[in-house]
């Protein structure tokens, strides 16, 4: 299975794939510096709001590509298979892998 998501574990796992490049994080500190107001020549949402955006864009992304592959996956899993081990035995399998059907 190539799918790299699931439903419960796709907003986690894709922000920590997000922050794992540098300029996502280069965009956080200079957010996080942003707020604080002493610091700050301009307002918050001048920089927030582009790293949002993009971290949302790219989770679209991401998901799309993942939901693509798992319709790959599950295309490729259901394909007819036929297989002869040690030209003793013939294993034929219909629309899953665990189904199997002994042919002499």
Not at 4 to 21: G, H, R, T, V, W
Not at 44 to 61: A, Q, R
Not at 69 to 74: E, H, Y
Request: charged residues 10%; glycine residues 2%.
């Amino acid at each position: 299975m190539t799918a790299k998501f699931d439903a419960y574990s796709f907003i986690p796992k894709n922000l920590y794939q997000q922050f794992q490049q540098p300029a996502t994080l280069y965009f956080l500190l200079i957010a996080s510096i942003q707020l604080i107001p002493g610091l700050s020549p301009s307002t918050t949402w001048s920089t927030l709001l582009p790293l949002c955006l993009v971290l949302v864009l790219n989770g679209m992304k991401e998901g799309f590509d993942d939901w693509k592959r798992k319709l790959s996956d599950m295309q490729v899993c259901c394909l007819s298979t036929y297989s002869c081990l040690a030209h003793v035995s013939c294993m034929f399998c219909t629309k899953s892998p665990q189904t199997f059907q002994h042919i002499v």
